[in-house]
């Protein structure tokens, strides 16, 4: 599929800034452990300065221990991650997420589509912990840029879990299946590249795109997801209960 990542990227930053405010900084952030908003607030920035020295391939200076004013700080990292990508030439080298080292050389434009994803995961956190619970529907993504993102964990970082060995391959593949996105794309975790009918997992699990990342990302159960389970829910069981992505 093809998406703008760069402008994705903008409006989901925008988005999450606006969003910091209206949030209080020691709320808990729902399906994400102990971590408050402060907490991912501060996250979200760091890695979107940790990505900038990658596309630029340097090692940006650090940003400090904090407590940092919420707002600004993350609007300032937030824009170096935005020039750095407009400034470099998506087709040059950068550093990357690879395995079996966790960082190898590859395309700039790999960091496009990664905060993009990594941006939409955590804005729909921040507007979890205001809401006090996660749900379909907070972060008003398209479904085919959720259909991106589960694009991404099932050819990308499902597999750079197990070639960095923080995993073992999944014993029994799962289908995916997007039923809001044109085609109804169908992908299979643990098996990327492979067709269904090759692989001929024992569970099927189908609903929007939306639903199907959030339950991949563990920002909500299957139930809670309201996804259509077909075939033995244990394979779909141990397949979340495995460290699928970062």
Partial sequence: MTLDHLSLLARFQGEFLAAVPDADPGSRVPACGDWTVRGLVEHLAEVHHWAAGNVRGAKGEPLGDGPFDLAPHYAAQAATLRQALAEIDPDSEGR???HPQPMGPGPVRFWHRRQTHETLVHLHDLLAA????GSVGLAGAAPDVW???VDEVVTVLQPRQVGLGR???LRHPVALVATDVSGTPVWV???PGQRADEVAPDVVVSGPAEALA???????TPAEAELTVE?????LEAALAEPIVP
């Fill in 96 to 98: 990357v997420l690879a």
């Fill in 130 to 133: 205001t809401a006090g619970a």
């Fill in 147 to 149: 259909a991106d993102t």
């Fill in 167 to 169: 995993m073992a391959p």
């Fill in 189 to 191: 975790l643990g098996a």
């Fill in 231 to 235: 075939g033995d829910r244990a394979d």
């Fill in 214 to 220: 959030l339950t991949l990302w563990r920002r909500l």
